[in-house]
């Protein structure tokens, strides 16, 4: 059963036990955060375990072991007073002791430009396929994954299809309630990537 909370996780990390999560995957805000967060979230992975984390490339929240890349679909927004940038970076912290699962290789890039399938529910919402690739790589059936800025719940519905428990946060109300909407299969489609 998927765990999903509705509150500030500056807030509700601080609360967490030391070492209480296997991995966090998470597509944190890239601004507003407090600057307690990232310790914290490193204190409730497991010692060894794995940390995932997009970013830009501008606003890299720590030293990766690895970085992969997403590309984004292009928009059309006014480039006149600097380029666009349709790519961003996923941070990966391995641990000693977090799961590493290559797939086939073409899966192994390390660059990936997976699409949404149907039109957003969430402004900043991710591919499932992207996140359910991460999942298989980084995690292990069975594990416990954090993401503490879950948005439309898209880490929580690929830990759902690929049997891992997860621990969503998300403070924005409506949010929240799509998130729990979503996970509860009322949002046709929305559970498989079709
Ligand atoms: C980039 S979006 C994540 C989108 C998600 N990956 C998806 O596929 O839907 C980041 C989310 O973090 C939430 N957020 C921002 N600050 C937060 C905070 N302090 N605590 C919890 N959630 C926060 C935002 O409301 C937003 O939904």
Known sequence: M????????AIMLAQMQSGSVDAVITD??????????????????????????????????????????WIKTPSTKNFQKRCGRFVEMILVKRGEKGA????????????YDDRLVLPPIHPYEKPLSLIERLIRIYTNPGAVVLDPFCGSGTTLVACMNLKRKAIGIEKDHSKY?????????????RLKGE
């Open 28 to 69: 944190p805000p890239y601004d507003e955060l407090s600057p307690n967060w990232l310790d914290d979230l490193f204190r409730v992975v497991k010692p060894g375990g794995n940390v995932i984390m997009f970013c830009s490339p501008e606003n890299q929240f720590f030293k990766p072991d690895e970085i992969l890349f």
């Open 2 to 9: 998927q765990e999903l909370r509705n509150g500030d996780t």
């Open 177 to 189: 309630l799509l998130a729990q909407d979503r996970l509860l299969g009322l949002l046709p489609g």
């Open 100 to 111: 590493f699962n290559p797939l086939h290789w073409s899966q192994m890039t390390g660059v």
